[in-house]
């Protein structure tokens, strides 16, 4: 059976039934779930008698099915059950998630209610002891977020976020955002030998692990693509890492910002991709050499440099003034700053911190007869007579708009 929404009028009824709840794993044993019934403007608008489940071994289910409590009908599909997963979620490096796990409301936007966290997670030198999972891809700590357009990293945004697929997701018919804290078991084993392996100097043991898993939900809106993505925080109460795990990724029009951002952005890192089209090869980048996983230490960060008190992230460039005649870059020997100015084809403009080159686009000047010029901007002069004329020249001082 299926264990998220079926459209209304699928399966062969009006009221498709599905199975409100994820399936359980083998050391599981049998166990109740609810069953919802689909209608035209909910997923669960009827709510049927509970069955009994059980995964057994060979990789399938057995449900012991009652009579519904409406007309309506079983959906049924082929799902692969295994001992790290109790979800259809294709494929991707995933942390085990599913039972045990608590799910956020299905709905437009949404966040869960604040998580207080089992053991405090340092994010660059800050220390929270709560966070919430806000259903359009991303963490924040301080409060929850409903914004489904993301910003471009470093956004100077006064939030500390941590954003896996920050994008528009639509869970209110199609996918589950579900989480859950360990402190022992199989989870923090895994969640060592990874860190470890990727970070063989510092001799880690995980004490406390957070998962937070989107498991195939949509775009807004009702678009019934299936996108499955997963944050893990591990920590020992002195390391802190941040994972990302990607499984299939549906292909969007919409914006998506994949990386993390501090409040002044002193930290801040976005994967390659981010708001442009080619943002579903997420499931095959990584920068552990693990298709599909990308994996950052947050507890510190690399010294950086200050420009007028602001700090600055070590590797990162911008022009000083309006002018944008010097260009400045943080290395590890300071703030290095030298002349470099926009191209002929760049324009000096505002950006997220103090100026950037920005392409402009290219017009043509045609001058034909005797004389007749069409200029770049469309428009049409005639001169007569025998003087000199300026076509085009370098303004150098500031834009006017």
């Not at 449900?63 to 799902?79: D, L």
């Not at 470093?154 to 199609?174: C, E, K, L, Q, S």
Request: net charge negative; aromatic share 16%.
């Amino acid at each position: 059976m299926p264990d998220s929404c079926v459209s209304y009028g699928m399966c062969g009824t009006p009221h498709p039934l599905w199975l409100n709840g994820p399936h359980p794993q083998l050391e599981d044993g049998v166990v109740t779930r609810q069953v919802c019934g689909s209608t035209w403007n909910d997923c669960c608008g009827y709510k049927s008698h509970p069955i009994r489940v059980k995964a057994c071994p060979g990789n399938y289910y057995v449900y012991e099915f009652v009579r519904p409590t409406f007309c309506s009908a079983y959906c049924a599909e082929i799902i692969i059950a295994n001992t790290t997963t109790s979800s259809n979620i294709s494929s991707g490096p995933f942390y085990q998630f599913g039972a045990g796990d608590t799910e956020n409301d299905r709905s437009d936007d949404g966040s869960s209610p604040v998580i207080y966290l089992l053991q405090p997670f340092i994010f660059f030198g800050q220390i929270y002891n709560q966070l919430h999972i806000n259903n359009n891809g991303y963490l924040t700590f301080d409060w929850s977020w409903y914004s489904y357009t993301p910003y471009q990293f470093p956004g100077y945004g006064g939030v500390d976020i941590i954003a896996p697929f920050w994008t528009d997701i639509d869970n209110r018919r199609t996918g589950v955002i579900s989480y859950r804290q360990y402190t022992s078991g199989s989870v923090l084993t895994d969640a060592t030998q990874d860190i470890n392996q990727y970070f063989p100097d510092l001799s880690f043991s995980a004490t406390w692990v957070f998962v937070a898993t989107w498991d195939r939900v949509a775009y807004y809106p009702y678009s019934g693509t299936e996108t499955s993505f997963q944050v893990v925080l591990i920590s020992d109460g002195h390391f802190s890492f941040v994972l990302f795990n990607y499984g299939i990724i549906a292909p969007t029009q919409r914006y998506v910002q994949a990386g993390y951002d501090t409040i002044s952005s002193a930290y801040h890192f976005s994967i390659t991709g981010s708001l442009q089209n080619n943002i579903s090869s997420l499931t095959y980048s990584s920068n552990v050499n693990v298709p599909g996983r990308w994996v950052f230490r947050t507890d510190h960060g690399s010294r950086g440099c200050q420009f007028n008190g602001v700090p600055v992230q070590l590797g990162d460039s911008f022009w000083s003034d309006a002018t944008c005649q010097e260009r400045c870059t943080c290395t590890s020997s300071g703030l290095q700053c030298n002349h470099e100015p926009c191209s002929y084809s760049q324009a000096c403009r505002p950006a997220a911190f103090q100026y950037s080159c920005q392409n402009i686009p290219r017009q043509t000047c045609t001058i034909s007869g005797d004389p007749h010029y069409y200029t770049f901007d469309y428009q049409v002069f005639h001169f007569q007579g025998t003087c000199t004329y300026v076509l085009s020249e370098v303004s150098l001082s500031p834009m006017q708009g």
